[in-house]
């Protein structure tokens, strides 16, 4: 089975501009959570969504969104790119329903943002 | 705001060396999570602690959670190079995690 995909791989912006990533769930996992690494440091939370809601959000700057489409696949949207934002962006995806236990969450490998 | 600080940052030792890595906070978890992230992917999830107190296995790494709930620590017996990489806790729960500021171990043979 495959597990949680990300695309692209690596990416470099410059200030000012839009980046859009992608993320596919392991199938069956409806809840995608997505998380910013940057370098040296730990992940931080950014987004949650389950059944296409957003279900959390970190203390991330507006120009952060997101989305969970049909198939339960996310986007993450930046506009407006800093140079802060460079970082690993992690995508992970749990079997996870409201009230009932919560399995582990597979992260992706990853997309490195890198904005110059 | 639940934070979650580990030590060291780093490590670097001899193959065949034990080593502890710490995981602290001032905030009650109902769980701690280790993970292993190795360069270019994701983090892996090691192992889950539930219950203050309680202490898990797996080969030569042992884990143990406070009798608080507030840390936990890992333990490596005899490292091998294959033991390299960051060394993440996290705790939350899994669709929103709070990760450890992390600890990065180099083995060398």
């Known amino acids: 089975d495959a597990g949680v995909t990300q695309s692209p791989t690596h990416l470099i912006k410059t200030r000012g501009q839009h980046v859009t990533l992608r993320c596919s769930p392991i199938?069956?996992?409806?809840?995608v959570s997505w998380y910013q690494q940057v370098l040296g440091q730990g992940p931080q939370f950014i987004f949650q969504y389950y059944e296409k809601e957003e279900r959390g959000r970190g203390n991330f700057p507006d120009r952060f969104s997101a989305r969970q489409f049909p198939n339960y696949s996310s986007e993450l949207n930046v506009n407006a790119l800093l140079l802060g934002d460079s970082a690993l962006y992690l995508c992970?995806?749990?079997?996870?329903?409201?009230?009932?236990?919560?399995?582990?969450?597979?992260f992706g490998q990853g997309t490195r943002l890198t904005v110059v | 705001t639940q934070l979650l600080e580990q030590s060291p940052q780093f490590l670097s030792i001899q193959e065949g060396e034990n080593l502890t890595v710490y995981c602290n906070s001032s905030?009650?978890?109902?769980?701690l999570q280790w993970y292993r992230q190795e360069p270019g992917e994701g983090p892996v999830l090691l192992v889950t602690?539930?219950?203050?107190?309680e202490v898990k296995k797996l080969k030569r790494l042992t884990f143990q959670f406070g009798d608080a709930r507030k840390d936990s620590s890992l333990h490596i017996t005899a490292a091998q190079p294959g033991d390299t990489g960051l060394y993440l806790c996290?705790?939350?729960?899994?669709?929103?995690?709070?990760f450890g500021t992390g600890t990065r171990l180099l083995v060398s043979p």
């Open positions: 996290a705790g939350g729960g899994f669709q929103k995690l709070v």
């Open positions: 992970a995806s749990s079997h996870w329903a409201t009230g009932k236990m919560n399995t582990e969450a597979f």
């Open positions: 602690v539930v219950t203050g107190g």
């Open positions: 905030s009650v978890f109902s769980s």
């Open positions: 199938s069956g996992h409806k809840s």
